[in-house]
């Protein structure tokens, strides 16, 4: 199955910046997903990105807030803009491997906005 | 579009008894089903996946789940609890490889 390297594991920032998490693959994908799982909570999935299109965002996800860039069938970023606390949450990227219906998770991204 | 229900979001249960944790989905063309755990402070580790073979389905850890078609139905369970399964477990669907969605969780406590 996929390998997934996911960075940064955590990181602390100031509410108003913008942080980019990034996700490499050791194989090609089509789909690559973002997920985010906030305290105590479920995961929710932020977005679908494909290569050379727009990603496709779930119902209360917006672009302008969680720009995501697919540049190649290996690679893949999430920015979280101009965060809040509220946006204190981890952070997960995903692959459908093509293994069999089996799906792997980066370790994730753990954000503390403060 | 797909979904699902995890009933419970606390279960306890005492070392050695069995232990089942009930999740139930919305499809409307066949799921893929899977089971994963959550330790604390960790990532998320696959426990068990059915994808259209065989309707019951063996995990790791000694976890279980049967798929019923009627019931819409994957419950997961294990015969006897130990310690070490405390954890957060997750329910998800997808249907044809798309995108996973993930049920609201069931916390497992075992009490010695």
């Known amino acids: 199955s996929a390998v997934i390297s996911q960075k940064p594991s955590r990181d602390i920032c100031q509410r108003g910046t913008s942080l980019t998490i990034q996700c490499q693959v050791d194989?090609?994908?089509?789909?690559m997903f973002w997920y985010r799982q906030q305290p105590g909570q479920s995961l929710t999935l932020i977005a679908t990105?494909?290569?050379?299109?727009?990603?496709?965002?779930e119902s209360g996800f917006v672009i302008d807030k969680f720009p995501i860039s697919r540049p190649n069938l290996t690679f893949s970023t999430l920015t979280v803009s101009n965060m809040s606390p509220e946006d204190s949450s981890i952070y997960l990227c995903s692959v459908e491997d093509g293994s069999g219906h089996g799906y792997t998770f980066g370790s994730g991204t753990r954000l503390t906005v403060v | 579009a797909q979904s699902v229900t995890q009933l419970g979001s606390h279960v306890s249960v005492s070392e050695g008894a069995l232990v089942l944790l009930r999740c139930n989905y919305s499809?409307?063309?066949?799921?893929?089903l899977f089971w994963y755990v959550q330790y604390p402070n960790q990532g998320l580790q696959l426990l068990l996946k059915y994808t259209s073979a065989a309707t019951l389905v063996k995990g790791i850890n000694g976890f279980e789940a049967e798929f019923k078609k009627s019931e819409t139905s994957f419950h997961l369970t294990k015969p006897s609890a130990h310690m070490s399964d405390a954890a957060e477990y997750f329910c998800a669907v997808s249907v044809n490889t798309d995108k996973l969605i993930f049920g609201t969780g069931t916390r497992l406590q075992v009490f010695p």
């Open positions: 194989s090609q994908v089509t789909m």
């Open positions: 990105a494909n290569q050379g299109s727009e990603a496709t965002y």
């Open positions: 499809s409307s063309v066949p799921p893929y």
